[in-house]
């Protein structure tokens, strides 16, 4: 037997590379209702792997990070994580890995959980792995001793990594151990996975700057400077928040067997611009679109055309406007003092450092608040009704006859044909120039309208990529999935887009160990 064969790692997963899911909660209604958008009363939550008749992921990773204390004790009580998950419901194999969550106290001197609460979690929930908990280093380094301060999370990432591989020998808890690399440059992730190598461990989860937007350069440079510790000592890995393709034939190489990413969650739900999974890995946009009966924007758009409520308006425009620049002040002069924390601006080379801490974040918030000035929101909702014609298009006034967009019930009223326009061509029913003047009124109402945004959305109706999707979501949802309105429309997005992501990873993958392109992922019921 083989170094490699020793680690059961590899036999559990035929030695590939596996795409793992970061968890963080989502689940979709499968009975809530588009028209109304409205919950039914019976409600039934569902994961992806519940939806799907063919896998979207090889396992799931859940940081620690997603649950307080008495969450994880019901978790515990209802049978673990895997029965949480519905995962015990499946017919073929969905491993668990858990992690620290490291992210959420990257800015605070020390982890807010202790190496005890780790085990605790891994263990009371049934994991088939744990991450070691670590504290990440955030800055890449092409060489250096780094800073005293990236030194120290390394050594106090080292530390934590054999207390917890003590715990585990002398315990036997039942889920395998994986080692955490927190370092800054090729040679210091070298040196710390052989003193983790030479201290036992087999299986080693990478993260730190290389999940931070490293170029695939500086990333195959770390996974490369490790070969001959994976070699010698039978070491497989984990990459933390890396799945390009282009860095498949390094993986294999280097034997990553492992990796995640939330790119493609993130992507869904962040913004218009790139929320869609299309062919190709080629994404498409989507439309954020205010709800007319809960959307603050709708609120005050309606309040803006009383002359009473429009004075309270510009009064309450500029005292959150105040709040909000000393919000981004506090945070500006937080995200200085990371920088010299984790080396991006040495401290030994700033004279007066809070002096200039401070003179940095100002200028920074001053200019972000010049494109805000008081009031300005409040001009463009007041004007908005007067100039909609202004952006080049027909009205209808078939349908707009009689209806006052300056009430609450008006701008309802609107939102629904907007709706029911966006429904009609997706079903054939109108043209898209018809579904784009009435869209286009709706949502001229609101202050932040960009033509540009919107023009990228036409585009993306135009093309209609959900009716060519095969995946159950966009086959249930329809036109409403590209839509940024409801945390509905939001994990229907995400589930699409793993969907999608796994329909490519499978085939790269495929070819990267020259397998048959066939399709070999459904899972039988």
């Not at 993260?207 to 510790?229: E, I």
């Not at 282009?246 to 990413?261: A, G």
């Not at 790119?263 to 709800?291: C, D, F, S, W």
Request: glycine fraction near 8%; charged fraction near 30%; aromatic fraction near 10%.
């Amino acid at each position: 037997m083989n170094k490699f064969e020793e680690n059961p790692t590899v036999q559990r997963y035929n030695n590939k590379i596996q795409l793992f899911f970061p968890y963080n909660g989502h689940a979709v209604n499968t009975n809530y209702d588009f028209q109304a958008e409205e919950h039914t009363d019976n409600r039934i939550k569902k994961f992806p792997h519940e939806i799907f008749s063919e896998k979207s992921y090889d396992g799931i990773l859940v940081a620690k990070s997603l649950y307080n204390e008495k969450q994880i004790e019901k978790i515990a009580a209802e049978g673990g994580i895997k029965k949480h998950l519905r995962l015990d419901q499946l017919p073929y194999d969905v491993p668990v890995m858990g992690d620290c969550g490291a992210p959420r106290y990257m800015h605070k001197h020390m982890p807010d959980i202790t190496t005890d609460q780790l085990f605790n979690y891994y263990t009371s929930l049934g994991f088939d792995y744990g991450i070691s908990l670590d504290h990440i280093i955030g800055q890449y380094e092409h060489g250096g001793k780094g800073t005293a301060e990236q030194r120290r999370r390394r050594d106090l990432t080292i530390n934590n990594n054999f207390e917890l591989l003590e715990r585990v020998k002398k315990e036997q808890p039942g889920w395998y151990l994986i080692g955490s690399i927190q370092a800054w440059s090729a040679q210091s992730f070298r040196d710390v996975a052989l003193e983790l190598a030479k201290g036992g461990f087999k299986y080693l989860a990478m993260g730190g700057p290389l999940n931070m937007g490293m170029p695939d350069s500086d990333v195959a440079d770390v996974l490369k400077g490790l070969s001959d510790v994976v070699n010698d000592y039978g070491i497989c890995l984990h990459v933390l928040g890396v799945t390009r393709y282009s860095l498949l034939p390094v993986f294999k190489e280097c034997n990553v067997i492992t990796c995640d990413s939330a790119t493609h969650m993130v992507r869904a739900v962040i913004g218009p611009h790139q929320a869609y999974l299309g062919e190709e890995n080629g994404y498409h946009a989507g439309l954020v679109m205010p709800k007319a009966n809960s959307s603050f924007r709708a609120k005050r758009y309606v309040k803006s055309f009383d002359e009473k409520e429009a004075e309270i308006l510009k009064k309450k425009d500029a005292e959150v406007l105040q709040k909000e620049k000393d919000a981004l002040l506090e945070k500006e002069i937080a995200k200085q003092k990371k920088n010299i924390l984790l080396g991006k601006l040495k401290s030994s080379k700033v004279q007066d450092e809070e002096e200039k801490v401070k003179l940095l974040a100002e200028r920074s918030v001053d200019a972000s608040m010049k494109k805000a000035p008081p009031g300005k929101g409040l001009e463009i909702r007041r004007n908005s009704i007067e100039d909609h014609m202004k952006f080049g298009e027909d009205v209808m006034p078939n349908l707009l006859e009689g209806l006052d967009r300056k009430t609450k019930d008006g701008i309802e009223k609107l939102d629904i044909m907007a709706r029911d326009a966006l429904r009609s061509y997706d079903r054939g029913e109108i043209s898209l120039q018809e579904a784009k003047n009435v869209l286009l009124q709706y949502l001229r109402c609101f202050d932040g309208f960009n033509p540009k945004y919107f023009e990228n959305f036409i585009t993306t109706l135009e093309n209609k990529p959900w009716q060519k999707c095969g995946c159950q979501m966009c086959q249930d949802t329809g036109v409403d999935i590209v839509l940024l309105r409801s945390g509905e429309t939001g994990c229907r997005r995400i589930f699409h887009n793993l969907w999608k992501y796994y329909r490519s990873w499978d085939k790269a993958i495929k070819e990267l160990y020259g397998e048959e392109d066939k399709e070999n992922t459904s899972v039988q019921n």
